[in-house]
Each structure stands twice: as structure tokens, then as C-alpha cells.
């Protein structure tokens, strides 16, 4: 029971970083779009963007691989404190080499050369991951101190955001402000790392164990972040920065609603490792599956949800010229359902088990759909065409591993209670979309904003009501719990 009640804390605190991570952008997105323009907006992610091909060289497939190896050797601070510093010193020694290519680079290349400012500020990026060991406070489920930090800083990084930035020239402070709320939280990481390891150089480093695992875990970092960033720098190179500004505000809505749909799998690696350790299979094949089941639960309504609102979102969330946007988002959105149900089967199921090369195979295979696509589909459709090979890989990067996992997982499928669900979201989209005539205030973006407010909890309300009228497992367990803690406390 007290690791189970573990695994309860862990989902609050992830979720609560969740909310942090929804509540952050929705805070600052309108204002910065509005002031910055798609253009200007555009530049910041472009090179974002491009920083983030250094840094994943930078992390070496470390910060995936370093939660498992961590998990496996929490329980002696010897083999711990040994096992950090070898990654620690890979890590520093290919950031080293990460910034020498990149500083060649950006002397090099007009379009880099054009915003060195911008690009010298966003490349901080690297520093800070690599001292930032997230991976060890992950394997160590540190996820109270993970979320109170997160949150400090990104508030910090809103005020920042309302006093510094005036105008659409202020982009650069813009990303240094971003830089500093994702990052800029690491440097605490390193310095709190004591409590949990000894920083006194151990000897009998063996740093080829960690190699071949670690360039499995690199090859998977370089296929997801191919095909994850490469619409961005595509878009950049072949269209206009206002093309990227769209393209990203789409981007945007969906990360936030990702990072809700994988907030309890995310909390599930380094226990998942840490029962295969153990031998505890029908525990890891327990958790794993209730993750699945959460993941269709959440994710299916919400893309439908925000296809069907996409309009409202991006007006909501950015302003009249990103209309741009709305197709794009329209889209990408099937995205939410299939990077949710990769990331249980991928990083819960088959890294904890060894199989990481299996993930690998469906990440290169989703980046050559996705480079394929957008070369064919960018020129003609723009954002459009982005978020086309976007969803392309997903599905493709789905198939994969639905393969390698069927074993696993066909028989969670099976069980999946698809006519509850669809009778929910069928029920929900009827009595949600004649909120969308709604006009009430000239301002289109808080007329967009009580559009929302409105329609989802008339959606999600009537959704959640058709799933506990039609005894969906999960949910009775979720409201039973929930309830049987009021009840005791009465």
C-alpha cells in the first residue's frame, strides 16, 4: 500500500505540474503573441527550435536512459553516487563538443548569423541541461521538489514576461525569459544533488556499460526530436517566420493538452524499472495497463473537444492574426491520442524491459514519414502541411510499437470500454457546439475565452456523467476513492 499511495502522490505532483505547465502559457500566450506578432513570435520558436538539435546531442539520450539507470541503484548511494558522475561526465564532455559545433555554425550560416543575439541567449538551453541531472531527482521519484521548483520559476519568469516585454522588438528578451522558466531551474538540481549522492569522485569509473544503452537512448532522442522540431526548422527555412508563428501556436495548445494526457505515464518510468528489477511483472503490467486505460479516457475527448474549438482556442490564446492557426490545430490534434498511448507503450512498457531498440525502430520510422511529408506537403500547404506529416508520424510511430507491444497491450484494448466513450463525447459534442454562436462581448478573444468556458464544461460534464452512468471501471475507481476519503472524513 505505501508504494501505491507513492504512485497517488507522484500523479498529484505531475499533475500539478501539468496544471503549472497549462496555466504558465495560457497566462502568457495571448499577451506575447499579441505584442510580438506571428513574425517576430515565429523567430523565438525557429531558434528554439534549431538549439534544440544541439542540446539533444548535448544530452546523449542520457535524460531517458539516466531515469532507468537511477531507479535500478537508489537504494545504494555508492553504486548511486558512481552511476551520476559517469553520466554527468558524458554528459558535460558531449555538451563541450555540442557548443563547438555550434558556435562553427553560427558563423557560419546566414539565417543563424542574422539573430546571434537570439541564438547565443537560447543556446543556454545546453548549459543548463547538462547540469541539471532532471533525470536523477525522475529515477528517485523526487516529483514534490521537481514540481515546487518548476512552479517557482515559471513564476518568476511571468512577471518577468508582463515588465519586460513592450514590443514586437523585445523578442529576444522573450527568449531569454523562456529559456528561464524551462531551464533555468536545473542549476538548483545540481546544487541540491548532494542530499542524494556524494559528489567525492568515487574511481573505478566504468563509463562503456553506460554507452551502448546510452547511444540506443541518443538515437531515439535524435528520431523524436527530428520529427518533433523538424516541421518548425522546415517551415523556417522553406516558408516565412509568420508561417512558424502559426504553425506553433497550433503546436502550443497541443503540447499543453500532451502534457495532460501523459501526466500520470510520466510518473510510471522509474517505478516501472524499478519493479522489473525487482521481478514484480504482474505489478509493472498492472500499472502499465491502467495507464492505457487513462490515456483513451482522457485524450480521446479532448481532441475532439478542441477540433471541434479550435477556432476559439487560438483566438483565445493568441489573437484575430493567428486565423492562421485554426487549421493546423485542427490537424494536429489526433496527435494527442497517439503520443499518449506511445508514451505507455514505448517509454513505460518497452524501455523499463530492455527494449528500447524497439522504440528506436518506430521513432526513425515516424521521422522518415514525417521529413517525407513535409517536403512534399510544406511547399504547397505551409502549416498546413506540417502539422499533416506531424500527425503522419505519429500513426506511423504508433503502428510500430503497437506491434512490438501487442502481447501486452491488444488485450487492454479489447477491454476498452470505446461505446461509453464515444457515447460520451457524441452526447457532449451535441449539447457543446450551439455554444459556439454564442457572441456576448465585441472582444474576440474573451468572447472566445466564455465560449470555451461554457461549452467545455457543458462537453466534459455531460462526457464524465455518460461514463459514470455506464459504469466505465476506471472512473467508478477514481469516484470511489474520491469519495470514500470524503465520506472518512466526515
Known amino acids: 500500500m505505501k508504494q501505491q499511495k507513492s504512485i497517488k502522490m507522484n500523479f498529484i505532483m505531475n499533475a500539478l505540474l501539468t496544471m503549472s505547465a497549462f496555466i504558465f502559457p495560457l497566462i502568457t500566450f495571448p499577451y506575447v503573441s499579441t505584442i510580438l506578432t506571428p513574425t517576430r513570435y515565429g523567430t523565438v520558436q525557429f531558434a528554439t527550435s534549431v538549439i534544440s538539435y544541439f542540446n539533444m546531442f548535448a544530452q546523449l539520450g542520457i535524460p531517458t536512459y539516466g531515469?532507468?539507470?537511477?531507479?535500478?541503484?537508489?537504494?545504494?548511494?555508492?553504486?548511486?553516487?558512481?552511476?551520476?558522475?559517469?553520466?554527468?561526465?558524458?554528459?558535460?564532455?558531449?555538451?563541450?563538443?555540442?557548443?563547438?559545433?555550434?558556435?562553427?555554425?553560427?558563423?557560419?550560416?546566414?539565417?543563424?548569423?542574422?539573430?546571434?543575439?537570439?541564438?547565443?541567449?537560447?543556446?543556454?538551453?545546453?548549459?543548463?541541461?547538462?547540469?541539471?541531472?532532471?533525470?536523477?531527482?525522475?529515477?528517485?521519484?523526487?516529483?514534490?521538489?521537481?514540481?515546487?521548483?518548476?512552479?517557482?520559476?515559471?513564476?518568476?519568469?511571468?512577471?518577468?514576461?508582463?515588465?519586460?516585454?513592450?514590443?514586437?522588438?523585445?523578442?529576444?528578451?522573450?527568449?531569454?525569459i523562456s529559456i528561464f522558466a524551462a531551464s533555468a531551474s536545473n542549476i538548483l538540481n545540481f546544487i541540491n544533488a548532494h542530499r542524494y549522492i556524494s559528489f567525492r569522485p568515487t574511481g573505478s569509473y566504468n563509463f562503456k556499460k553506460h554507452l551502448k544503452a546510452v547511444m540506443v537512448f541518443f538515437a531515439m532522442a535524435c528520431a523524436t526530436t527530428v520529427y518533433t522540431h523538424l516541421d518548425t526548422v522546415m517551415l523556417g527555412f522553406m516558408k516565412t517566420d509568420a508561417d512558424v508563428g502559426y504553425y506553433n501556436a497550433a503546436v502550443k495548445i497541443k503540447t499543453i493538452l500532451v502534457s495532460v494526457v501523459t501526466?500520470?505515464?510520466?510518473?510510471?518510468?522509474?517505478?516501472?524499472?524499478?519493479?522489473?528489477?525487482?521481478?514484480?511483472?504482474?505489478?509493472?503490467?498492472?500499472?502499465?495497463?491502467?495507464?492505457?486505460?487513462?490515456?483513451?479516457?482522457?485524450?480521446?475527448?479532448?481532441?475532439?473537444?478542441?477540433?471541434?474549438?479550435?477556432?476559439?482556442?487560438?483566438?483565445f490564446l493568441s489573437s484575430n492574426d493567428f486565423t492562421g492557426a485554426i487549421e493546423p490545430m485542427q490537424l494536429?490534434?489526433?496527435?494527442?491520442?497517439?503520443?499518449?498511448?506511445?508514451?505507455?507503450?514505448?517509454?513505460?512498457?518497452?524501455?523499463?524491459?530492455?527494449?528500447?531498440?524497439f522504440v528506436l525502430y518506430s521513432e526513425i520510422a515516424g521521422a522518415?514519414?514525417?521529413?517525407?511529408?513535409?517536403?512534399?506537403?510544406?511547399?504547397?500547404?505551409?502549416?498546413?502541411?506540417?502539422?499533416?506529416?506531424?500527425?503522419?508520424?505519429?500513426?506511423?510511430?504508433?503502428?510500430?510499437?503497437?506491434?512490438?507491444?501487442?502481447?501486452?497491450?491488444?488485450?487492454?484494448?479489447?477491454?476498452?470500454?470505446?461505446?461509453?466513450?464515444?457515447?460520451?463525447?457524441?452526447?457532449?459534442?451535441?449539447?457543446?457546439?450551439?455554444?459556439?454562436?454564442?457572441?456576448?462581448?465585441?472582444?474576440?478573444?474573451?468572447?472566445?475565452?466564455?465560449v470555451i468556458a461554457i461549452s467545455g464544461m457543458i462537453f466534459f460534464g455531460v462526457y464524465g456523467l455518460v461514463l459514470t452512468l455506464t459504469k466505465e471501471p476506471l472512473v467508478i475507481e477514481i469516484e470511489n476513492q474520491i469519495f470514500g476519503k470524503i465520506r472518512r472524513k466526515a
Open 368 to 450: 522518415v514519414v514525417d521529413f517525407i511529408i513535409n517536403l512534399l506537403l510544406i511547399p504547397r500547404m505551409a502549416s498546413s502541411g506540417a502539422a499533416i506529416g506531424t500527425l503522419a508520424a505519429e500513426i506511423v510511430v504508433w503502428i510500430v510499437q503497437f506491434y512490438y507491444t501487442k502481447d501486452i497491450v491488444a488485450e487492454v484494448y479489447k477491454k476498452i470500454h470505446y461505446r461509453s466513450l464515444i457515447l460520451g463525447i457524441a452526447g457532449g459534442s451535441i449539447l457543446a457546439l450551439p455554444v459556439k454562436q454564442l457572441q456576448l462581448i465585441e472582444s474576440v478573444r474573451w468572447n472566445s475565452f466564455i
Open 67 to 176: 531515469i532507468r539507470a537511477v531507479a535500478q541503484v537508489r537504494d545504494d548511494k555508492e553504486k548511486l553516487s558512481r552511476t551520476v558522475q559517469e553520466l554527468f561526465l558524458i554528459n558535460f564532455a558531449i555538451g563541450c563538443v555540442s557548443y563547438i559545433i555550434f558556435f562553427i555554425m553560427l558563423g557560419t550560416i546566414p539565417r543563424m548569423s542574422a539573430e546571434k543575439p537570439l541564438f547565443l541567449i537560447t543556446s543556454l538551453m545546453i548549459i543548463f541541461s547538462c547540469f541539471g541531472m532532471e533525470w536523477l531527482y525522475k529515477g528517485l521519484e523526487q516529483y514534490t521538489y521537481i514540481t515546487i521548483r518548476s512552479i517557482l520559476f515559471k513564476f518568476i519568469a511571468l512577471l518577468g514576461m508582463f515588465a519586460l516585454i513592450h514590443t514586437k522588438e523585445d523578442y529576444v528578451i522573450y527568449g531569454a
Open 263 to 315: 501526466s500520470l505515464g510520466a510518473v510510471l518510468l522509474p517505478r516501472a524499472s524499478y519493479y522489473i528489477n525487482l521481478g514484480k511483472k504482474d505489478e509493472f503490467l498492472r500499472i502499465t495497463k491502467k495507464a492505457l486505460n487513462f490515456v483513451w479516457i482522457v485524450a480521446l475527448p479532448l481532441t475532439v473537444y478542441f477540433i471541434f474549438f479550435a477556432r476559439e482556442g487560438i483566438y
Open 332 to 357: 494536429i490534434m489526433p496527435t494527442v491520442v497517439f503520443i499518449g498511448l506511445t508514451n505507455i507503450m514505448g517509454i513505460q512498457i518497452l524501455v523499463p524491459i530492455g527494449k528500447e531498440r
